[in-house]
């Protein structure tokens, strides 16, 4: 097979006419040729930090959809159905990724869970990860959310580090916020990356001290705008990541977006493009072509280098997708689940707080940061005149009961919203005006095993989420109209959220500060408050 267009060589910087001949999946040759071909042939796309089950699809689903948008390969970590259901999660993900030809490039989780102010339905040991990592599957290891773990030398995640080591393991990171002597002490165990950097000054400090920083725009943190301008400085140790990306947002785009937003913010076009393929290839050693004679002959090509219309997408030389459309398929899958509790939930469950000063978590739209004030509380008429709503999470792994606590900025005016998505040891997770509309809303969850679901005054609806409360069997197109439809149901009842699904997954992650709630109480910084 022969491709001609116009190279974009982020090698030797240029753009040049050529004609590329492919043969048994790899790039045999490159000619300059002259011709009257005038579309450009760019290095394909690598999401560089995402958790997949965010999609709400299965990998092979997933993969069928990314393809679409030029990205052939994904770093992925598969913390959130390991979270739920352990090896198995892991297994599953492994699996059925194989089922498809896109690139995915798994991790070992050794945060699960995340910390142990939670209940999770799983955890991964050292040994456990040993094992992993000793997988050909298996190519790094994943975030290491626990920061004051490795600040304070904890034993099992000093452990999990070593493991990695001396396996020659990249090491991933995680770790907001955190700058001075406590970041470099953080770098100095090998920790590699950081996708967490909020800030410009924060993104600086990293990267002066050693660390690559990834560049995240997902449907929740949105950090493209403050980080950007660091390319300029550092064009060989930033990379793009969508982290967490809801489906409807999939289907509009990947990480193709952030390369046009970076192209037309005129930042230059080999670094743009570096930032989304080759750094993350060379950083991760993957075995995705980046335009070079004997690479897998990965690639895609396009009209336009500022719309990306009309993207043609190639893995090992067979065409998966184009104008548009998929070729890819994705096989049939039985679910995997761990979802324990049966309850009927009633009004009466979930109290209200009493009357008082009261801890509040502040919700900020498109941050995962919280902040936290406190509230005079007189009655719940009055926290609704205040934009304080009642915040609950229900543990889906045994019978208990739910904690409780105050949110703000979420605007719902009456009903309430539901997630079995709470990262990362995703119980249930709620978020409602009134006593009634909880119960009813953490009941769709509980009847569907897991999903999202809204309730209001006059109607009740559901996204069910069979694979571990968190991934759908659906095609992607479908739950992505499923999930509007629910995210515009949030809406009218009053949220002015961008993705208020999305926002309330992470009001439970205790590893992002400040304020949060898990189902064993409220925390501020990893602290008990009550």
Avoid: W
């Avoid at 990480?255 to 743009?272: E, H, M, P, W």
């Avoid at 009466?348 to 509380?377: C, R």
């Avoid at 309730?455 to 479908?478: C, Q, T, Y």
């Amino acid at each position: 097979m022969k491709i001609k267009g116009q190279l974009i060589d982020i090698h030797q910087r240029e753009i040049r006419s050529v004609e590329i001949s492919i043969e048994n999946g790899r790039i045999k040759d490159i000619k300059s040729q002259s011709h009257d071909e005038q579309r450009f042939i760019l290095p394909p796309f690598i999401d560089a930090h995402v958790h997949i089950e965010s999609s709400m699809l299965v990998p092979t689903e997933f993969a069928r959809i990314a393809v679409i948008h030029g990205t052939v390969a994904t770093v992925s970590d598969p913390h959130e159905i390991a979270n739920v259901c352990g090896m198995d999660g892991v297994r599953f993900m492994i699996e059925n990724g194989k089922l498809s030809p896109f690139k995915f490039y798994f991790g070992a989780s050794p945060c699960v869970p995340a910390t142990t102010f939670e209940t999770s339905g799983a955890t991964l040991s050292p040994a456990d990860i040993d094992h992993l990592l000793s997988m050909d599957e298996v190519h790094y290891l994943a975030e290491v959310m626990n920061y004051p773990g490795v600040l304070s030398a904890d034993p099992d995640m000093m452990e999990k580090i070593n493991i990695a080591k001396s396996k020659g393991k990249v090491i991933d990171g995680h770790a907001p916020a955190l700058t001075g002597q406590n970041a470099v002490k953080y770098i100095e165990n090998g920790i590699s990356t950081d996708h967490e950097c909020f800030t410009f000054d924060e993104g600086l400090f990293k990267l002066q001290n050693g660390m690559k920083v990834i560049i995240r725009e997902g449907s929740a943190a949105k950090n493209f705008e403050a980080l950007i301008p660091l390319i300029k400085q550092f064009p060989g140790s930033i990379m793009f990541c969508s982290d967490d990306k809801h489906p409807d947002d999939l289907i509009r785009g990947h990480i193709n977006q952030l390369v046009s937003r970076s192209i037309k913010a005129g930042f230059d076009l080999y670094d743009t493009l570096r930032a989304a393929s080759i750094n993350i290839a060379e950083h991760y050693s993957l075995d995705v072509g980046m335009l070079r004679v004997g690479d897998p002959a990965d690639l895609i090509t396009t009209d336009s280098l500022e719309t990306f219309d009309n993207v043609s997408t190639y893995i090992n030389g067979e065409c998966v997708a184009e104008k548009g459309k998929s070729f890819l398929t994705s096989p049939s899958v039985s679910a995997i689940n761990n979802f324990q509790i049966e309850n009927n939930f009633t009004a009466e469950d979930f109290p209200f707080p009493k009357a008082g000063e009261n801890d509040v978590i502040v919700a900020h739209d498109g941050e995962l940061i919280t902040t936290g004030i406190t509230f005079d509380l007189e009655n719940q008429a009055q926290a609704l005149e205040n934009d304080v709503l009642q915040l609950t999470v229900v543990n889906r792994y045994h019978s208990a009961p739910p904690a409780i606590a105050l949110i703000k900025n979420f605007g719902l005016k009456t009903g309430a919203i539901a997630s079995s998505v709470a990262h990362d040891s995703h119980n249930i997770i709620c978020v409602g005006t009134s006593q009634e509309s909880i119960a009813a809303a953490v009941n769709l969850i509980v009847k569907n095993k897991g999903g999202i679901s809204v309730v209001s005054a006059s109607r009740e609806a559901a996204l069910p989420l069979p694979v571990a409360g968190l991934m759908s069997l659906d095609k992607g197109e479908v739950v992505a109209d499923k999930y509007s439809k629910l995210d515009q149901m949030a809406k009218a009842l009053g949220s002015t959220l961008s993705a208020p699904f999305m926002t309330l997954s992470f009001m439970a992650l205790l590893v992002i500060p400040d304020l949060k709630l898990s189902d064993k109480g409220l925390f501020l910084n990893g602290k008990l408050r009550k």
